[in-house]
């Protein structure tokens, strides 16, 4: 017998000395984490995340320093029915002045602003205190101003600005992801137990993929020198995180059980499921890993970050299930199968004895008829995926915040009195200091141009809204649309500041550079990007992962099939999440208000997620298919043996991801939706129309095509194929699944 892999050789010594090993598991990971902790978080800075015209205006105003300006907050009048009583309206905003101005962290109370229609009043309050903070001081503000309504009930008299919108989003949000922490564990442990019928076997899967979360949060931190981190980084880590890190421990444990069964001693079972599934969690890490190094290629701190959590919390989960999760079953024995539940460990008990009825039954179409099982389940994933083609990325807005706050309530009531107060166009100009007075009266005329334009709102009494570098290099224009951020005339108005109105004010101007942001700029800009730079990352992730499959499996066919069928399955993804959520007729059942487009950033991030855990279970369930091949099963027999050998354990992962990434679904906000969705979606398709349809029928068709390869790739050569001359090649990084 030749020398065994390394992964087979550390989980034997795992396994024979498993108190070293979970000690060092331990003492890893708790370093990790106090590591992280004690160098501290360095994020990404607004030059960082620049991205195309609007990035070039957010380094502008970095490089102003104009200075944090104080939080600004408002009291907003308005009449409750009909015409506003201006009199009433002034005594009201006369006692919320009086009021506010004995409010701890107050520093100053406004003269009253009148709606250019009479429709409303406006007091602006401005905060003391750091900006970044206002919105945990502004309950006191809210407070008094809860006094003032119930003193003048014919009015409505509401806090709404910058803070009380922050305050209110921060509690709705909270309270969101409070629910979805408590939901996500419990259900996620209760599939498990209906998996593996016993408590202990259950809990091994969860406790490994949370310590792996647990190191992954403080290596990133410490990464975070090197790539700044995004606020999204820990997020993805426990994401991506708990989802492999179960993923991984199922296909370990159900192999290491099922040894057992046929009288394996603990610790050559552990062996055994180290050289099997051990080596189908090398490779699917691997390939997961390719797909999220993909992120590097957008050119973006944003993704840049979350593949450098991504990586490192797969990397922490395959060294785990190489290591201590060998250790915890040797140590465990038997009692990993203990306390069982009694009717759960039955069915369990019978699933690990044999296939059972239900998946021959599924497979039956694809093993008997596999032409016409290919092409009508292949015809039906392409026409799920066709709405993909018609496919809009946007930015969310302020509109499409959750509307079940009274704060936002009360912003659709201010934006509607005070256009100027809602979307805005930021004109960053840069110049010698000397021409400082040339840029003012440019920038005033252009803003004098732009109100007279109905894309744009009017200019207030006060003038235009400009501000100047403390240097005197900075200029700094913002000019209002009465449109919301995502609409087609904001769009309109910004290519018309950009291609016309700007050039023309400001382009005479020696040694100007002048750029054009804000929302609905960094919406546009980062469609482009996302559009630009989508193409070159799958490229790059196809190309690599059919080398790693090729390579694994000794076959180009194999690779081929796992690029076209894990290709197919984000195709049906995007498609789903074009019909749901570009639509309307969902929003009554998921709770949402349609956008008329996807999330920016989703297509690219889904794409690397997606691929990265469809290729976990194409890689399982392929390496049982080889193993029963290699032992000289009839291909068709083989590829039945394979899928029912597998469907449980595969089964059983899509399920936990599916209920998990579904609670997510179920948040306020409209990016959490359409992540939630299109992740549980395209998991259900690729574990269920995929592996158990399209995959065999394929299989089955190609038969010993399946295991071609040039003849360098072929290495050491096993047993023909039952039915055939053709000698297949000894894979070296993974032998069987």
């Known amino acids: 017998m030749g020398r065994r892999p390394v992964t087979v050789r550390v989980a034997r010594w795992s396994a024979e000395h498993p108190w070293r090993a979970l000690a060092l598991w331990m003492v890893f990971v708790a370093v990790c984490f106090a590591g992280g902790n004690a160098s501290g978080l360095k994020e990404a800075t607004a030059e960082d995340m620049a991205v195309g015209e609007s990035g070039r205006a957010s380094v502008m105003i970095e490089k102003g320093a104009f200075g944090d300006e104080p939080a600004v907050d408002n009291v907003l009048i308005t009449s409750r029915t009909g015409p506003l009583d201006q009199a009433a309206a002034k005594a009201a905003a006369t006692d919320a002045a009086a009021k506010l101005r004995g409010v701890p962290g107050v520093a100053g109370v406004g003269d009253p602003v009148a709606a250019r229609d009479g429709t409303a009043l406006l007091l602006p309050i401005t905060m003391s205190g750091d900006p970044d903070t206002a919105s945990d001081r502004v309950e006191p503000l809210r407070a008094a101003t809860a006094q003032v309504q119930t003193a003048h ?31 996500s564990l419990p259900v996620t442990l209760a599939i498990l137990i209906v998996a593996f019928g016993a408590l202990i076997a259950a809990g091994v899967p969860v406790l490994l993929a949370l310590s792996s979360v647990a190191a992954a949060i403080g290596l990133s931190t410490l990464a975070s020198h090197l790539v700044p981190a995004s606020d999204s980084t820990s997020s993805v880590i426990l994401l991506i995180g708990m989802a492999v890190g179960i993923d991984y421990s199922l296909f370990y444990v159900r192999r290491e059980r099922e040894e057992r069964a046929k009288g394996r001693g603990h610790v050559d079972a552990v062996e055994i499921a180290a ?20 992120l590097f290629l957008a050119g973006d ?15 922490v989960a395959v060294i785990g299930s190489l290591t201590v999760l060998p250790a915890l079953l040797a140590k465990l024995g038997r009692w990993v199968d203990r306390p069982r539940v009694p ?23 694809a093993l008997r008829r596999p032409l016409p099982t290919l092409v009508v389940s292949v015809g039906l994933l392409l026409a799920l995926a066709a709405p993909a083609l018609g496919m809009q990325l946007k930015f969310p807005g302020t509109e499409d915040l959750p509307r079940t706050t009274p704060a936002m309530q009360a912003y659709d009531r201010l934006a509607a009195a005070y256009p100027s107060n809602g979307t805005s166009h930021l004109v960053a100009v840069q ?22 334009d109905p894309l744009f709102a009017p200019v207030e009494e006060t003038g235009p809204k400009i501000e100047v570098s403390p240097d005197r290099r900075v200029s700094l224009l913002s000019i209002a649309t009465p449109f919301s951020s995502r609409s087609d005339e904001a769009g309109e108005s910004l290519h018309r500041l950009r291609d016309d109105l700007a050039p023309a004010a400001l382009g005479a101007i020696p040694g100007v550079s002048y750029a054009v942001g804000g929302d609905v700029a960094a919406s546009e800009d980062y469609a482009a990007h996302v559009w630009h730079k989508l193409p070159i990352v799958v ?22 099939t796992a690029i076209l069928l894990n290709l197919l399955s984000a195709a049906a993804a995007y498609g789903l999440l074009v019909l749901v959520f570009q639509h309307t007729w969902a929003e009554g059942m998921l709770s949402f208000t349609s956008m008329g487009a996807i999330v920016t950033w989703l297509p690219l991030f889904l794409f690397v997620v997606l691929f990265g855990l469809s290729m976990d279970y194409h890689v399982f369930v392929v390496s049982r298919i080889r193993e ?10 083989a590829v039945a043996e394979g899928i029912t050998g597998s469907a449980g354990v595969v089964s059983s992962a899509a399920i936990v991801m599916v209920a998990v990434f579904s609670i997510f679904a179920t948040l306020s906000t409209i990016d959490m939706k359409q992540l939630g969705v299109g992740l549980a979606a395209a998991i259900l398709l690729d574990a269920t129309i995929i592996r158990a349809v399209v995959l065999p029928s394929l299989m089955t ?29 000894e894979p070296e990084l993974v032998r069987a699944g």
């Open 153 to 183: 009930p014919a009015l409505r008299v509401e806090q709404v600005g910058g803070p009380s919108i922050g305050k209110a989003l921060d509690d709705t949000l909270g309270a969101d992801f409070e629910r979805a922490e408590l939901l």
């Open 275 to 294: 050289e099997t599934s051990g080596h189908a969690v090398v490779v699917s890490g691997t390939a997961v890993v390719i797909a999220m190094s993909g």
């Open 301 to 315: 701190a944003i993704f840049s970050s979350l593949a450098v959590g991504s990586i490192l919390v797969v990397a």
């Open 343 to 365: 009717l759960l460990w039955r069915l369990t008990a019978r699933r690990t004895g044999g296939p059972g009825w239900f998946w021959p039954f599924v497979l039956r179409p």
């Open 431 to 452: 110049a010698p200091a000397e021409q400082a007075a040339a840029v003012k009266a440019a920038l005033t005329g252009l803003a004098a141009g732009a109100g007279g």
């Open 539 to 560: 490229l790059f992730v196809l190309v690599l992962t059919f080398l790693v499959m090729a390579w694994t499996f000794r076959s180009v066919v194999v690779a081929g």
């Open 628 to 637: 029963a091949v290699l032992r000289g099963v009839p291909n068709r027999q």
């Open 701 to 729: 068709l190609l038969g010993s095509a399946n295991w071609w390869a040039p003849r360098f790739m072929r290495g050491r050569t096993r047993p023909a194929v039952a039915g055939t001359e053709e000698q297949l090649p």
